[in-house]
């Protein structure tokens, strides 16, 4: 998901940003989709792979952004 050195420490307090909100929005999502039946979910259960994706694309671009003011 984010960049880690060969020991799994991340390069950088960036990373380290990014993987938290990341996780805590996954997180947050999949305890919604377990409330209800709901298209992005896999048979696993779990969230699809690009709805994954699709929440890291928003950090990246909230990060970025903020970046920027």
């Known amino acids: 998901m984010t960049h880690r ?4 420490t991340f390069i950088d307090e960036k990373s380290v940003e990014i993987y938290k909100e990341v996780s805590s929005r996954i997180d947050e999502a999949e305890t919604l989709l377990q409330l209800g039946d709901n298209i992005e979910s896999s048979a696993s259960g779990g969230l699809l792979v690009a709805v994954k994706n699709k929440i890291y694309a928003q950090v990246i671009l909230y990060i970025s952004s903020s970046e920027c003011l």
């Open 5 to 8: 050195k060969p020991d799994g």
